[in-house]
T-cell receptor, first 108, second 113 residues
Framework: GIQVEQSPPDLILQEGANSTLRCNFS?????LQWFHQNPWGQLINLFY???GTKQNGRLSATTVATERYSLLYISSSQTTDSGVYFC??????????FGKGTRLHILP | DAGVTQSPTHLIKTRGQQVTLRCSPK?????VSWYQQALGQGPQFIFQ???????QRGNFPDRFSGHQFPNYSSELNVNALLLGDSALYLC????????????FGAGSRLTVL
């Protein structure tokens, strides 16, 4: 099945810093989602981005489907950005497969 | 408009027992998917229900079963609990035509002793 790799696995930043999270996938996909899981376990859908670039406030995402990767950019980080960021893609059976996530910790 | 609601939020069981977790999808959503998330891992797909039938299943044993009701709500049942079943169980719903766009509930955290 499709493999989803996220990097880096862990990231510690000072408040106000910018960050780039990467998601590589092993097969062609027709969609990709980015999620943020807060410290209480709630998963929030950030972007549905099969290709191209989208922006929502301080967050933006770019997917280059032909090269099988997606990037999530977080600018001017805030402590509330802490948590785990997951990307998820469908496999050939349309089951949504998650990466292992990037754990982000923003220091005040 | 309530989002996806799950119950209970936390529960503790002992090995060999059975557990039932419940999920009400977001209004307008007809498809429910269940995921298991072990500590430090990404969510793993268990199965998906649509039109009251299991449509897809991940690599989970038959001890994991489910049901979807006419109002689209769903239950996840796990029999003969093992210590390794301790995890956060997440329910996600989606609406017709965009089943891959998932809205998640807050999860049910199961501890098996």
């Amino acid at each position: 099945g499709i493999q989803v790799e996220q990097s880096p696995p862990d990231l510690i930043l000072q408040e106000g810093a910018n960050s780039t999270l990467r998601c590589n996938f092993s097969d062609s996909v027709n969609n990709l989602q980015w999620f943020h899981q807060n410290p209480w376990g709630q998963l929030i859908n950030l972007f549905y981005i099969p290709s191209g670039t989208k922006q929502n406030g301080r967050l933006s995402a770019t997917t280059v489907a032909t090269e099988r990767y997606s990037l999530l950019y977080i600018s001017s980080s805030q402590t509330t950005d802490s948590g785990v960021y997951f990307c998820a893609v469908p496999n050939r059976d349309d089951k949504i497969i998650f990466g292992k996530g990037t754990r982000l910790h923003i220091l005040p | 408009d309530a989002g996806v609601t799950q119950s209970p939020t936390h529960l503790i069981k002992t090995r060999g027992q059975q557990v039932t977790l419940r999920c009400s999808p977001k209004s307008g959503h007809d498809t429910v998917s269940w995921y298991q998330q072990a500590l430090g891992q990404g969510p793993q797909f268990i199965f998906q229900y649509y039109e009251e039938e299991e449509r897809q299943r991940g690599n989970f044993p038959d001890r994991f079963s489910g049901h979807q009701f006419p109002n689209y709500s769903s239950e996840l049942n796990v029999n003969a609990l093992l210590l390794g079943d301790s995890a956060l169980y997440l329910c996600a719903s989606s609406f017709p035509g965009t089943r891959e766009v998932l809205t998640f509930g807050a999860g049910s955290r199961l501890t098996v002793l």
